[in-house]
């Protein structure tokens, strides 16, 4: 099973900085894209960032200039750099994972999402 560990939220004012991590982990799994989501109240779950397994990247209009997606792929890990963080940023933050793995029986490789309990961002005015 693929396991995803968040940390970095919290507590920030307008106009700070905040840096998210997601550590994915599981045996025999090859990580794909890996991306942030967020959820504001009363709101729906929109897409932050993604990034591909070849690097390229993808952000909502609102975070473009001012969010960083990135990963390291020894460690398996994405990272959220949130700067200029604005009240409107407020929500919890989830990671995502696309992960693969490989059925030795059928021959075939098999893909599924996988999210992490998330973390919650508050930026204050």
């Known amino acids: 099973q693929v396991q995803l560990v968040e940390s970095g939220g919290g507590l920030e004012q307008a106009g700070g900085s905040l840096r998210l991590s997601c550590a994915a982990s599981?045996?025999?799994?090859?990580?794909?894209?890996m991306a942030w989501y967020r959820q504001a109240p009363g709101k729906q779950r929109e897409l932050v960032a993604a990034?591909?397994?070849?690097?390229?990247?993808n952000y909502v209009d609102s975070v473009k200039g001012r969010f960083i997606i990135s990963r390291d792929h020894a460690r398996n890990t994405v990272f959220l750099q949130m700067n200029r963080l604005v009240v409107e940023d407020t929500a919890v933050y989830y990671c995502?994972?696309?992960?693969?793995?490989?059925?030795?029986?059928?021959?075939?490789?098999?893909?599924?999402?996988?999210w992490g309990q998330g973390t919650q961002v508050t930026v204050s005015s």
């Open positions: 599981g045996s025999n799994y090859d990580f794909n894209t």
């Open positions: 995502t994972v696309v992960a693969s793995t490989y059925d030795r029986n059928t021959f075939l490789w098999t893909s599924d999402d996988y």
């Open positions: 990034i591909t397994k070849d690097g390229t990247t």
